[in-house]
């Protein structure tokens, strides 16, 4: 089954612990992106990737970093959480760019003490 | 800019009654493409359609259409005779042929349909 995983599903975790959230593709897709979900502000993009280790910043990278070392994998790393991170982050891939269809992963509810 | 506006942040409806939400865009691009998805409460991000610009035709799947109107930069989503199972968020996005990198959300409408 086509799909993009995400790991964990729900974290808490305290501040300043250095956390990674785990993404992954099956469908061969070049494009993956991660996004975060905040109440009255929508989905906003923190990074993104056109393909093996290239990688960019979106619109909220802070606090964030990113690694794209095979075409499935697309890890969102917080080096020293803090609370303002707390959120319900997404990771997206589409076949080639961001004006493809983009598939969601089924998200990360993250909770900084 | 880009930016996408969704303007009813809640709508509340009894079922079997149609229901629209709105999507205002700002792009200065000539080529982009426009979605739309769907949270429903368990949480994930459902693809619901994407539609280019140069594409003006209205687009009907069952009891959802979609009314694409460059003049107005509007591509407004309507339900016909909902169901309590399309209560959900639903997200407007936008995405720039020049601008491959991302999608822009709207802050989302959450619709809420009663029995």
């Not at chain 1, 897709?29 to 989905?43: A, F, I, K, N, V």
């Not at chain 2, 930016?3 to 700002?26: H, N, P, R």
């Not at chain 2, 200065?28 to 949270?39: A, E, I």
Request: a neutral charge; charged letters at 20%; glycine letters at 6%.
């Amino acid at each position: 089954e086509a799909q993009v995983t995400q790991n964990p599903r729900y974290l808490i975790t305290v501040t300043g612990k250095k956390l990674t959230v785990t993404c992954s593709q099956n469908m061969n897709h070049e494009y993956m992106s991660w996004y975060r979900q905040d109440p009255g502000l929508g989905l906003r993009q923190i990074y993104y990737s056109m393909n093996v280790e290239v990688t960019d910043k979106g619109d909220v990278p802070e606090g964030y970093k990113v690694s794209r070392k095979e075409k499935r994998n697309f890890p969102l790393i917080l080096e020293s959480p803090s609370p303002n991170q707390t959120s319900l982050y997404f990771c997206a891939s589409s076949p080639k760019t961001g004006t493809d269809t983009q598939y969601f992963g089924p998200g990360t509810r993250l909770t900084v003490l | 800019a880009q930016k996408v506006t969704q303007a009813q942040t809640e709508i509340s409806v009894v079922e079997k009654e149609d229901v629209t939400l709105d999507c205002v865009y700002e792009t200065r691009d000539t080529t982009y493409y426009l979605f739309w998805y769907k949270q429903p409460p368990s949480g994930e991000l459902v693809f619901l359609i994407r539609r280019n610009s140069f594409d003006e035709q209205n687009e009907i799947s069952g009891r959802y259409s979609w009314n694409f109107q460059k003049s107005t930069s509007s591509f407004n989503f309507t339900i016909t005779a909902s169901q309590v199972v399309d209560s959900a968020v639903y997200f407007c996005a936008l995405s720039e042929v020049y601008n491959t990198d991302k999608l822009i959300f709207g802050t989302g409408t959450r619709l809420q349909v009663f029995p």
